[in-house]
C-alpha cells in the first residue's frame, strides 16, 4: 500500500472517530425536564410513557383534533411535559414524539408512526428550534396527513415551501430569544402560507418552550416559565 493511502486512511478513521464522539456526546447531554410532577397522571390527564412517544390525554374522551409534537434539538422529549399537560387539561390530547439521539432531524418522519397508531382523529403537528423545523418538512411533504402547523421558536428550512398548503399555521416566539436566527426566520416568511398567524410572547425566551434550564446561547427570560408555558398553551387551545 502506497503512503499516502495509508494516510488517507488514518485521516478517514479520525474523523469517523470524530463524528462518532460527536453522536455520543450528543446523546449522552441532553438538556433535561427539571419538574417532573407534570408527567403524573391525575383525575385529568392521562399520561403513558413509552418507548416512542408520551402521550397525554384528557380523562373525558372527545373528539377535537390532537397536538403531535417535535421536541427541539438536544432536549429530552419528557422536557415539554408542561405545555404537553396544560394543553391536555384544555382537552386537547397532546403527543411528544420521542427522537434518536434527541434530534428530530434523524427522523422527520415519525408522525407517520404516531397517525397510524392514533388514526382517530384528526392531528396538528408542532414542534420547536429543530424540531419545529423538522414539522414544516413533515408538512412539506405529507400537506393531506395533518390539519395544521404550529412552529414554536421556528422555521421552515429553505426548500420547505409551504405557501401551498391548505392548513392553519401557528408561530410562537418569544421576545428575548437569543437562540433563534433572526435573519433567518425573517427570510423565511416567504415559506409560509397567508394564513399564518403570529405571535410573540412579551419577555420569553427560547428556553422556557419546556422544562430544561437555560440553554447555551439564550437571554434570560423577563417573565416566569410558568407564564410563558400558559401563554403558549393559550395560544396553541385558542388555533383549535
Known amino acids: 500500500m502506497k503512503k499516502w493511502q495509508k494516510v488517507s486512511l488514518v485521516a478517514s478513521g479520525i474523523v469517523c472517530s470524530i463524528v462518532v464522539i460527536t453522536c455520543v456526546y450528543l446523546w449522552a447531554t441532553p438538556y433535561k425536564l427539571i419538574d417532573e ?78 397517525l397510524e397508531k392514533f388514526d382517530e382523529r384528526e392531528w396538528v403537528l408542532a414542534g420547536h428550534s429543530l424540531g419545529g423545523a423538522m414539522a414544516a418538512r413533515y408538512v412539506k411533504h405529507n400537506p393531506d396527513r395533518v390539519s395544521g402547523l404550529i412552529l414554536l421558536a421556528a422555521y421552515p428550512a429553505e426548500g420547505d415551501d409551504l405557501t401551498d398548503f391548505a392548513g392553519e399555521v401557528l408561530t410562537i416566539k418569544g421576545q428575548l430569544d437569543g437562540v433563534i436566527n433572526e435573519e433567518r426566520l425573517t427570510e423565511s416568511d416567504h415559506l409560509l402560507p397567508s394564513q399564518t398567524s403570529t405571535i410573540i410572547i412579551q419577555g420569553g425566551n427560547h428556553s422556557q418552550f419546556g422544562d430544561y434550564g437555560l440553554q447555551n446561547g439564550d437571554n434570560e427570560a423577563k417573565i416566569t416559565k410558568e407564564e410563558q408555558w400558559n401563554r403558549i398553551v393559550e395560544a396553541i387551545v385558542r388555533s383549535f
Not at 403513558?48 to 402521550?55: A, E, L, P, R
Not at 439521539?101 to 415519525?110: G, Q, R, T, W, Y
Request: charged share 20%; aromatic share 8%.
Open 37 to 114: 410532577n407534570s408527567l403524573k397522571s391525575d383525575e385529568n390527564v392521562m399520561v403513558k410513557d413509552s418507548n416512542n412517544w408520551i402521550t397525554f390525554f384528557p380523562s373525558e374522551n372527545n373528539d377535537e383534533a390532537g397536538v403531535i409534537f417535535y421536541p427541539g434539538g438536544r432536549v429530552e422529549a419528557n422536557a415539554y411535559a408542561p405545555i404537553a399537560r396544560r394543553v391536555a387539561e384544555q382537552g386537547v390530547p397532546f403527543i411528544i414524539a420521542k427522537m434518536p439521539l434527541h434530534l428530530a432531524v434523524l427522523s422527520s418522519n415519525k408522525a407517520d408512526t404516531i
